[in-house]
C-alpha cells in the first residue's frame, strides 16, 4: 500500500497540539482519557507519533489529549504539564521524557496517585514506569556502523551530532555506533557534539566539522531533522551527494527524499507510528488493571535507495486515505 503524510491529518494534529501546549486552567480529565507528553511535537518524527497516538485511542474509545513542551531543554515546562495531568486525574500517561533522570519525581508521583506511565522511545529513570515501548538502539546503531565500515572500506574519519543530552535513548544509540566501528582501527570519529533535534543547528555544527576536518568520509546524525541540516551544510560547502556518506535514523518526507537523491545514505527505522499504537494500547490496559508487558521492543530496517522501495513501512507513515 502506498503510505504518505496528509497535510490536513497534520493540520488537524497540530491544532490539538497547540491547545494542549497553551497555558490552561485544569480541568476534570474525561472517564477515559490517555494523555501523551511530548518534548518537541512540531518536529516530524513526534507528527508522525501524534497519528498513531489519536488513531489507536479513537480505536479504544478513549480521548488522547496531546501535550507539547516545546523542546528537549524545556524539561520544567513537560514536569509541569504531567503535574497537570495527574491533578486532572486522568487515565493513563504516555510519556517521552525530555530529561530520562528529571521526569523520575513526577512519574514517582503518578504511580502514587494510581496513574500508570508507560514510557515511548525514550526511558524514564524510575522503576514506577509500568511500561516502556521502544526500538532496540544499540542494534539499530550497530547497524549503521556496520554499514559505514562497509561503503568506507574500513576506512575513514567520522562525525557524530548524537542528539540531546541527558537521554538514554542517545547514549545508547552513539554507544552502539561506536562501539562498532572500533572493531576497525582505521576508523576514527573526529569530531562529536551533542545538539538538540535541529535542522539548523545540525547544519552550523557541520559546517564547524568541516572546517576543522574538511577530509570527514562519514556523518552520524542521532535523527532525521538532523541529517537535513548536515546535508544542507554539504551543499553549501561544495560536496556533492555521496561524497560523505550520511547516516540517521527514521524516515521523515524530507530524509526520505534525500535517501532517493543520494545525499543519505542509510537510515534505520523503528516504526515510530505503530510503537505509538503500542504505547497507547498498553497505557490503556493498565489503565483497565490488565497486566502489561514491562518492555515492547519494534524491529529495525535498514533503508538505503536500493532497499526502500521493498521495505515494510506499515508503521513508519500515515496510511493513505487517513484523517
Known amino acids: 500500500m502506498k503510505l504518505h503524510l496528509l497535510k490536513k491529518t497534520f493540520a488537524i494534529v497540530s491544532l490539538a497540539i497547540g491547545l494542549q501546549g497553551a497555558t490552561m486552567l485544569p480541568v476534570a480529565a474525561q472517564d477515559k482519557e490517555v494523555v501523551v507528553m511530548l518534548p518537541a511535537a512540531g518536529a516530524p518524527y513526534f507528527k508522525l507519533k501524534t497519528y498513531g497516538y489519536l488513531n489507536e485511542g479513537k480505536k479504544l474509545g478513549y480521548k488522547v489529549s496531546i501535550y507539547d513542551a516545546g523542546g528537549f531543554g524545556n524539561l520544567q515546562q513537560q514536569i509541569t504539564q504531567i503535574e497537570d495531568a495527574i491533578t486532572r486525574g486522568v487515565s493513563a500517561i504516555v510519556l517521552v521524557p525530555a530529561s530520562s533522570d528529571g521526569t523520575a519525581h513526577v512519574v514517582e508521583k503518578a504511580a502514587k496517585a494510581g496513574i500508570p506511565v508507560v514510557n515511548d522511545g525514550i526511558a524514564t529513570t524510575s522503576d514506577k514506569v509500568s511500561g516502556f515501548v521502544g526500538e532496540p538502539s544499540y542494534v539499530m546503531s550497530q547497524l549503521l556502523g ?166 515494510d513501512l506499515s508503521g513508519q507513515a500515515v496510511p493513505e486515505g487517513s484523517d
Not at 554499514?147 to 574500513?154: G, Q, R, T, V
Not at 547514549?171 to 570519529?189: E, L
Not at 533535534?197 to 564547524?208: F, G, K, L, R
Open 146 to 311: 556496520a554499514y559505514a565500515a562497509e561503503k568506507l572500506a574500513a576506512n575513514g574519519k567520522i562525525a557524530m551530532l548524537t542528539g540531546p543530552g541527558g537521554l538514554d535513548l542517545t547514549d545508547v544509540r552513539t554507544a552502539g555506533f561506536k562501539d562498532y566501528i572500533s572493531k576497525f582501527t582505521n576508523m576514527h570519529v573526529v569530531a562529536e557534539k551533542a545538539t538538540q533535534v535541529s535542522s539548523n543547528v545540525a547544519m552550523n555544527t557541520m559546517q564547524d566539522f568541516l572546517q576543522a576536518n574538511p577530509d570527514i568520509s562519514a556523518v552520524y546524525t542521532f535523527t532525521g531533522s538532523m541529517a537535513v541540516g548536515v546535508v544542507q551544510a554539504l551543499r553549501i560547502s561544495g560536496r556533492n551527494p555521496g561524497d560523505v556518506v550520511v547516516l540517521t535514523a527514521d524516515l521523515e518526507p524530507e530524509t526520505k527524499r534525500m535517501i532517493e537523491d543520494g545525499w543519505i545514505q542509510a537510515t534505520v527505522i523503528s516504526q515510530p507510528v505503530e510503537m505509538a499504537r503500542i504505547a497507547i494500547r498498553m497505557a490503556v490496559d493498565a489503565a483497565e488493571g490488565k497486566q502489561i508487558a514491562k518492555e515492547t521492543l519494534t524491529l529495525p530496517s535498514v533503508v538505503t535507495a536500493a532497499t526502500i522501495a521493498s521495505v
